[in-house]
């Protein structure tokens, strides 16, 4: 039996995550008390339900969450159950936004979303540290997110299953919450001042050509890139399967944009995962 214990932060992708757990044939059952896992694993194990991969959503939803869930999950490893955690999370401004949208309460606290954010971190700060892979969805679309799960799932490689996301942005609106770097790229000349560039952005030809003709603009990809291969192995031995590199310009339109590009080129040439997010085009 393959046993998938699902959790992580409210509105960090839960219920998502089940979709696609169930899409790769996994039985799932959300919002599981986990005093009862072990009953229904013996349950599935003893029957003839022809089931060999379940996954259990196990949060912060149930109240005495944290004693039942360690208590349950020294049983399984003293019985000899091979389970794996799946943690979720996101950003403090996506999570935000996704209450916002949603309109939704935060379970910790209905009152105050940002502490109630603040005092579920805390309180799974242990579980995470448990958990056999982290996936931040900060910047993941729903095929992202699908991807993420069944490289993680399946990994034959675990540097091959690390996600790159490069992400371009404008100092003017601001540094992304999110990013594990944050670089600057305001030191090479400015298309934004010439009459035949001005209305196009890096995503253009002429743009990309114009910003990579500069010595300092190559010298600065290769850096990034040679540093992003450096330490990547480091990030994963540490329990990380994702890095956020956010380039910003001025506005976020020609600059960034164009290098952001050659970067992630750079790292689909060598067979990484890469997400490309323009935020302010």
Known sequence: MEVIIITGLSGAGKSQAVNCMEDLGYYCIDNMPPRLIREFLALAESG?????KAAFVV??????????????????????????IMFLEASDAVLLRRYKETRRSHPMNRSDLKKGIHEERE??????????????????????????????????????????TVESFGFKHGVPAEADWVLDARFLPNPFYLASLKKLTGNNRKVRDYVMKSLLAKDFVGRVVGL???????????????????????????????LVNEVADHFKELGKQVVVIHRDL
């Open 59 to 84: 949060d912060i939803r149930q109240g005495s969450f944290f004693e039942d869930l360690k208590e349950c999950l020294e049983t399984l490893r003293r019985e000899g159950t091979d389970y794996r």
């Open 228 to 258: 992003a291969l450096d330490t990547i192995p480091g990030y994963i031995q540490e329990g990380k399967y994702g890095l956020t590199i956010a380039i910003g310009c001025t506005g976020g339109q020609h600059r960034s944009v164009a």
């Open 123 to 164: 309180k799974l700060a242990a579980i995470r540290k448990q958990a056999s892979f982290i996936i931040d969805t900060s910047n993941y679309k729903t095929a992202d997110l699908n991807a993420a799960i069944v490289r993680q799932l399946n990994p034959e490689d675990r540097e091959e299953s690390f996600s790159i």
């Open 48 to 52: 003839t339900s022809g089931i060999d």
